[in-house]
């Protein structure tokens, strides 16, 4: 669940060692912050993370530093999120459909990526909990430390609403500690500014569902049973225009909780909402 937008254009400076550009789409909202951020990698050719949505204007930009850098090697998908991956077939047609599409589950790719998997220059990652097929892909090489495309795993700002899909919030909180070990010196969102500090980034990523985990236990030993009552303890912070997304992350929760066996009978159960993948 996103809480806020940033300023459109932060400076990057510290991506030019990593030969890395930023170009944000404009479709800025309470999910999306400024709007979705497209990675462009290298060059001769250079790769594509996440193309954003099929905005003209914003498939124009993406393809124009694609062409000033080469071509188009390939595109990389964290997940099948349309803000992340509708605008793949534009781009394509617009630069060639030579290059191939890598994902882990996305209907359209070509290559199918598992954790562990080498794409191009990165190493893919499962971090799975905002979808269950989502990757992380990580840079490494050609300068000092490596650079995280995290797509909607971790933000520049806010937080990000986590499915209640099978072992999604457990999963998730693995992801973020193996990300933590990887010791980042740049994390590159799907949404939001650069994250010039990953290590308090991470940390702070795994402390708030924490906090979110002891504020809905406190409320469950309180007697809380019904999903408003649990929300208006343990996420009260939470605008009314985003009270959706966090009964989605209640349900992961609340999941996790009857996995370990720690959730009392009687417990509302939020239902899977239609517009969740």
């Known amino acids: 669940m996103i809480r806020r937008r ?9 991506l030019d060692p990593y030969d890395v550009a930023l170009v944000r789409a404009d479709n800025p909202g309470p999910f999306t912050l400024g709007g979705t951020n497209t990675w462009i990698v290298g060059r001769d050719g250079a790769w594509v993370v996440d193309p954003g949505p099929a905005l003209p204007a914003h498939v124009a930009k993406i393809a124009a530093e694609v062409e000033r850098r080469g071509g188009l090697a390939g595109i990389a998908l964290t997940h099948g999120h349309p803000d992340h991956a509708e605008g793949v077939p534009a781009l394509r047609a ?3 459909r030579d290059a191939p599409v890598a994902a882990a589950a996305h209907g359209g790719a070509d290559v199918r990526v598992a954790d562990g998997d080498w794409v191009g220059p990165f190493e893919a990652l499962a971090t799975p909990g905002h979808a269950p097929d989502h990757l992380t892909y990580v840079l490494a090489g050609g300068a000092p430390g490596q650079v995280a495309f995290t797509g909607d795993a971790v933000l520049g ?7 209640p899909d099978p072992g999604a919030l457990a999963g998730y909180l693995a992801g973020l500690e193996r990300l933590r070990a990887r010791r980042l010196a740049l994390i590159c969102p799907g949404h939001g500014p650069l994250v010039e500090a990953p290590d308090a980034k991470l940390a702070e990523y795994v402390e708030h569902r924490l906090a979110r985990e ?10 809380a049973r019904t999903i408003d ?4 303890h343990a996420w009260a912070d939470a605008p009314a225009i985003l009270r959706p997304a966090a009964t989605v992350t209640l349900a992961a929760h609340l999941d996790k909780l009857a996995d370990e066996g720690r959730l009392p009978h009687g417990v509302e159960r939020p239902e899977r909402p239609p517009w969740l993948p």
Do not use: C, K
């Open 6 to 14: 940033e300023r459109q254009n932060e400076p990057v400076h510290a």
């Open 94 to 96: 617009r630069l060639g």
């Open 157 to 163: 700002e806010g937080s990000v609403f986590v499915a």
């Open 214 to 223: 002891r504020a809905l236990v406190d409320a469950l030993a309180a007697g």
């Open 229 to 232: 009552e649990l929300l208006d």
